[in-house]
T-cell receptor
Framework: DADVTQTPRNRITKTGKRIMLECSQTKGHDRMYWYRQDPGLGLRLIYYSFDVKDINKGEISDGYSVSRQAQAKFSLSLESAIPNQTALYFC?????????FGPGTRLLVL | KQEVTQIPAALSVPEGENLVLNCSFT??????LQWFRQDPGKGLTSLLL?????REQTSGRLNASLDKSSGRSTLYIAASQPGDSATYLC?????????????FGQGTRLTINP
């Protein structure tokens, strides 16, 4: 089984809809991250959490919110989706010098 | 603000060739630099991590170098194979607002032709 899982893997939604992307990990790591990847721009950090009670904004947090329900679960919400949030979203966990990435969620906002 | 740039954006070479991927960064105050491999549908996998005090790291056919003073890193792949086809990303770890974070380059999409 994968150590970092993301659901759904693919999602199509309409402008204005609220959607949630979920991330679960079995590695027991305290640190969790949400990134988005756009063609030609690399990965950019949206939010990160160093433990259940610690949530921090990243480089591009506007339009997003997160919830750390437990050490193993970190969810990303788009309160009112817009087309420029179409991207590939990655969740990651971290320990020491290393981050472990999930397989990604491909989101299309029409 | 740290900027990480990877050149070229895409590269296609015949199988068996040795090749070099380039990564540059604008701020030398980094903790480390990592090279990742990204396969479609499988997320990112860490290949090599070089601490700021190190000059290079090797793993099998891969060798990564770091010249912090000039803001450059290279990933050398020896005797390339079709299975090496993927997107390669470099990322530097730096401290931003009291927390250590990764800043990624745009990636180089590598195709190895049989």
């Amino acid at each position: 089984d994968a150590d970092v899982t993301q659901t759904p893997r693919n999602r199509i939604t309409k402008t204005g809809k609220r959607i949630m992307l979920e991330c679960s990990q079995t590695k027991g790591h305290d640190r969790m991250y949400w990134y988005r990847q756009d063609p030609g721009l690399g990965l950019r950090l949206i939010y990160y959490s160093f433990d259940v009670k610690d949530i921090n904004k990243g480089e591009i947090s506007d339009g997003y919110s997160v919830s750390r329900q437990a050490q193993a679960k970190f969810s990303l919400s788009l309160e009112s989706a817009i087309p420029n949030q179409t991207a590939l979203y990655f969740c990651a966990t971290g320990v020491g010098e290393t981050q472990y990435f999930g397989p990604g969620t491909r989101l299309l906002v029409l | 603000k740290q900027e990480v740039t990877q050149i070229p954006a895409a590269l296609s070479v015949p199988e068996g060739e040795n090749l070099v991927l380039n990564c540059s960064f604008t701020d030398s105050a980094i903790y480390n630099l990592q090279w990742f491999r990204q396969d479609p549908g499988k997320g990112l996998t860490s290949l090599l991590l070089i601490q700021s005090s190190q000059r290079e790291q090797t793993s099998g056919r891969l060798n990564a170098s770091l010249d912090k003073s000039s803001g450059r890193s290279t990933l050398y792949i020896a005797a390339s194979q079709p299975g090496d086809s993927a997107t390669y990303l470099c990322a530097v770890k730096e401290e931003i607002q009291g927390a250590q974070k990764l800043v990624f380059g745009q990636g180089t999409r590598l195709t190895i032709n049989p």
